[in-house]
Nanobody
Framework: QVQLVESGGGLVQPGGSRRLSCAAS????????MGWYRQAPGKLREMVAT???????NYADSVKGRFTISRDNAKNTAFLQMNSLKPEDTAVYYC??????????????WGQGTQVTVSS
C-alpha cells in the first residue's frame, strides 16, 4: 500500500505565494513521475506541473513562470512553489505519483487533495 499526503493549502491573497508538499510513504520501491493537478469547481481536473525522477519538468501554460515543481527523491517528496497567485488558481490541488511498489507493480496513486483559495 502506498499513500500520498498533500499539505500546505490554505487562503492566500492575490499576488501572494504558497508552497505545497506531497509526501509518499508505504511499500515504495521507486517513484517515477510525480505531478500536481488541480480541479476548480465545475471544471475538469487539469495538469499543473509534472517532474520525472531525473528532474525534467513540464508546466501548464497558465502557470509557467509563476509555479515551480521540485522533488526530493531521498525523502519521496514533491513540492509546488506557487508565486504571483491569481484568483483563477483557486482549486483543490492533487498530488500524483507513478510508483513502482515492492511487489514490482507500477501504479498511479493520488493524494486526497488540498484546497488553495486565492482571494482578498
Amino acid at each position: 500500500q502506498v499513500q500520498l499526503v498533500e499539505s500546505g493549502g490554505g487562503l492566500v491573497q492575490p499576488g501572494g505565494s504558497r508552497r505545497l508538499s506531497c509526501a509518499a510513504s508505504g511499500s515504495i520501491f521507486s517513484i517515477n513521475d510525480m505531478g500536481w493537478y488541480r480541479q476548480a469547481p465545475g471544471k475538469l481536473r487539469e495538469m499543473v506541473a509534472t517532474i520525472t525522477s531525473g528532474g525534467h519538468t513540464n508546466y501548464a501554460d497558465s502557470v509557467k513562470g509563476r509555479f515551480t515543481i521540485s522533488r526530493d527523491n531521498a525523502k519521496n517528496t514533491a513540492f509546488l512553489q506557487m508565486n504571483s497567485l491569481k484568483p483563477e488558481d483557486t482549486a483543490v490541488y492533487y498530488c500524483n505519483g507513478v510508483v513502482t511498489n515492492t511487489a514490482r507493480s507500477t501504479v498511479s496513486y493520488w493524494g486526497q487533495g488540498t484546497q488553495v483559495t486565492v482571494s482578498s
